[in-house]
């Protein structure tokens, strides 16, 4: 069975089955999965499970929801996809086994091979390389 890991406030790793069709993601107690972030909205994305296909739906949320580093309305998700809402990063894993809490941590915190630039309000211009910097802005232009 699909599940998605993320790591809680306390920095517990949470592994969460993708067992029903429907789930809900959001910051309001009422989600099936609950995300404690001040940018998540109330009712933020739904996981939806159409036989072996797993698709996350951004539920018009403010802050948008990005799946490998792009903004998406509805994406297929596929092993090893990381998923941001507001503050709160998860990772889709198409297998059946459990994880132990190290391999769970691993896959949450290995880096997408397909991650996209960081959207450049986010960007930090102070920690960040003075030419991959000049780079990316002559890039942008």
């Known amino acids: 069975m699909p599940k998605l890991i993320l790591m ?10 993708l067992a029903l069709p429907s789930i809900s993601l959001g910051r309001s107690p009422s989600s099936d999965v609950v995300l404690d972030s001040k940018r998540a909205s109330r009712a933020h994305a739904v996981i939806e499970t159409e036989g072996p296909k797993v698709y996350i739906i951004d539920m018009h949320s403010l802050n948008g929801t990005l799946v490998n580093g792009a903004l998406i309305d509805r994406h297929q998700l596929a092993h090893g996809d990381s998923i ?13 086994q459990v994880l132990s809490e190290d391999e769970a941590l691993r896959l949450l915190t290995a880096p997408h091979l397909q991650a996209a630039t960081p959207a450049w309000d986010d960007w930090d211009y102070e ?6 910097r000049g780079k990316l802005l002559r890039r942008s232009h």
């Open 84 to 96: 941001e809402i507001g503050t709160v990063e998860l990772r889709y894993v198409a297998m059946d």
């Open 8 to 17: 809680d406030g306390a920095g517990q790793i949470r592994q969460i089955p």
């Open 127 to 132: 920690t960040e390389p003075e030419d991959l």
